[in-house]
């Protein structure tokens, strides 16, 4: 009830829009890509058309926002997106229902224009690129990563990337250009579970990816997803003993979650497998489906478990301590609290 009205999909026409009727004293009816309330019933205007050149949008007002207090470990940082749309079929991802399957990019020159701005204007030194495949578009990527180093922009970033869209000429450029860290959605290490989630790689593929990317001298950030329907304790255990053999640098572990509108969702409304419709609990971190192997407590105890076999190994405490402590830190934090919130818990398995 305390919710009027709701932009839905690429939101800066539609929201533009809105504004302006409600300033205005217009009637919103009619407004592409908005869902509102009129007496009592939920109205769905159509969708809006995806916005087909991205540079037609104008660059963010970072003026309007206190970016001095945004710093990584006492480092100006700042975000920027290059891109939207993903053509791929993974059934739990909800990207595509909000920017399409579509790749769309901004212009090489557009992207430096922004970045420009962050750095000189802003003292910005730190960024992390949010697309969903920054190196979708190969070459896009090596001739960013070539502008930031021509341009001398003396900033140090991150990007997300699938692991079939590595090789070594765009791990060597990119790592020229200022990047220090790749994102990896791996997923799993049970091909079963690659293969029901529609990932569309092997298992050789993470490995191969991993290997070509440590050997230019970035870091990896491996992302692993546990609690699909089908698994089995031993397919659990396996993405964890994945995790420490395919070389990341850092893991993530969440847990498969069936959000509205994605395929993962169709399923789990079809084998009613849904705990609850309380959206809160859609964190990643909170299990929301009732699996057929595995309760919903054996899930957390597996999270926890997936965490703390990774970053409490010896080895790689001493390693991230001295080089990767920014990194380290934060995702040390991260278990502290995921581990303290469920004291008094067993992690056997």
Request: with cysteine; proline share 4%; charged share 30%.
């Amino acid at each position: 009830p305390q919710v009027d009205a709701i932009v839905r999909g690429e939101g800066e026409e539609t929201f533009r829009e809105l504004i302006s009727s409600l300033d205005s004293g217009k009637k919103i009816e009619g407004i592409l890509g908005l869902s509102y309330r009129r007496n009592g019933k939920i109205i769905n205007e159509g969708p809006r058309p995806l916005i087909k050149n991205l540079d037609d949008l104008p660059i963010p007002s970072y003026d309007l926002l206190p970016m001095e207090k945004y710093k990584a470990e006492g480092i100006p940082f700042g975000t920027q997106i290059t891109s939207r749309g993903c053509p791929f079929n993974c059934i739990f991802c909800s990207s595509s229902l909000q920017f399409g399957k579509v790749w769309r990019g901004h212009s090489v020159e557009r992207v430096i224009e922004e970045l420009s701005i962050l750095r000189n204007e802003y003292g910005i030194r730190e960024i992390e690129f949010l697309d969903d495949t920054f190196t979708l578009n190969k070459k896009r990527a090596v001739e960013i990563s070539r502008k930031i180093r021509e341009e001398n922009l003396d900033v140090s970033w991150s990007a997300s990337s699938r692991v079939d869209t590595i090789d070594r000429d765009l791990a060597e450029e990119v790592k020229r250009g200022g990047c220090h860290t790749i994102y990896l959605g791996i997923e799993s290490g049970s091909q079963k579970t690659l293969d029901f989630i529609d990932k569309g790689i092997k298992l050789e593929d993470s490995i191969r990816a991993v290997k070509i990317l440590k050997r230019a001298g970035l870091r990896v950030l491996g992302s692993f997803i546990i609690g699909f329907p089908e698994e089995t304790i031993r397919d659990i255990n396996t993405t964890i003993e994945f995790s420490k053999r395919v070389g990341v640098d850092f893991a993530q572990f969440t847990i498969a979650t069936p959000y509205p509108g994605t395929r993962l969702w169709e399923y789990a409304v079809k084998e009613k497998i849904i705990l609850t419709f309380d959206w809160r609990k859609y964190t990643t971190l909170d299990p929301v489906m009732r699996l057929k192997h595995l309760t919903p407590e054996q899930i957390s105890k597996l999270l926890r478990k997936a965490y703390i076999s990774f970053y409490l190994r010896p080895r790689v405490m001493i390693r991230n301590l001295i080089e990767n402590r920014f990194l380290f830190r934060k995702v040390i934090r991260g278990v502290i609290n995921l581990v303290a919130s469920k004291l008094g818990k067993s992690l056997q398995i």
